[in-house]
């Protein structure tokens, strides 16, 4: 149990278009979603948190109109990056936590390689 | 603040035992997390300590000591497929994890 899934795995896509990656729980309820930003060789960066329902937590010096997030039911987030730079070039990952899982922790995706030229 | 110290790189040998270390700073804690994180994979529970003391499960132990802010991941009979990152992550909760940058373990045969 406890799965969560993420698409597209992979995109690449032209500098100022925008890209929606999609977050899954596929067995739980995720009250709570994160999105994370790794670059290379670095640490998971929390860009912010969302509770179904209700708008989401940015972390400091995360672009909330460049970086859109919807947490529209139990079971589904996204992440639009809106307007994307080649810096914007990363992996994203989500995470879930919530109800029926058998631990008090987080989940993750699968994450996103998003590569923009 | 927080601050979480653990070594970037370790190496060992297959079959051998290693012992990853953290030490961490927390403005608020509830427990401490273990991930293991395989290069261009998203990261995979590991353990959660909430107790003082040591947890084992399989190959797998994690020690936690809340009064000196460390904790040690433990890991038995290496295998090859034991290369990869692990992060120690102290937090409040599932919903207030912070993480390191992560220790990267290189297994040789």
């Known amino acids: 149990g406890a799965v969560v899934s993420q698409h597209p795995s992979r995109v690449i896509c032209k500098s100022g278009t925008s890209v929606k990656i999609e977050c899954r729980s596929l067995?739980?309820?995720?009250?709570?979603m994160f999105w994370y930003r790794q670059f290379p060789k670095q640490s998971l960066m929390l860009m912010a948190t969302?509770?179904?329902?209700?708008?989401?937590?940015?972390e400091q010096g995360v672009e909330k109109d460049k970086f859109l997030i919807n947490h529209a039911s139990l079971t589904l987030s996204t992440l639009t990056v809106t307007s994307a730079h080649p810096e914007d070039s990363s992996f994203y990952i989500c995470s879930a936590s919530g109800r029926e899982t058998s631990t008090d922790t987080q989940y993750f995706g699968p994450g996103t390689r998003l590569t923009v030229l | 603040g927080q601050n979480i110290d653990q070594p970037t790189e370790m190496t060992a040998t297959e079959g051998a035992i290693v012992q990853i270390n953290c030490t961490y700073q927390?403005?608020?804690?509830?427990?401490l997390f273990w991930y293991q994180q395989h290069a261009g994979e998203a990261p995979t529970f590991l353990s959660y300590n909430v107790l003082d003391g040591l947890e084992e499960k399989g190959r797998f132990s994690s020690f936690l000591s809340r009064s000196k802010g460390y904790s040690y991941l433990l890991l038995k009979e290496l295998q090859m497929k034991d290369s990869a990152s692990y992060l120690c992550?102290?937090?409040?909760?599932?919903?207030?994890?912070?993480f390191g940058t992560g220790t990267r373990l290189t297994v040789i045969p």
């Open positions: 969302s509770n179904e329902g209700s708008k989401a937590t940015y």
């Open positions: 927390t403005s608020g804690f509830n427990g």
């Open positions: 067995d739980f309820q995720a009250t709570t």
């Open positions: 992550a102290p937090g409040k909760g599932a919903n207030n994890l912070f």
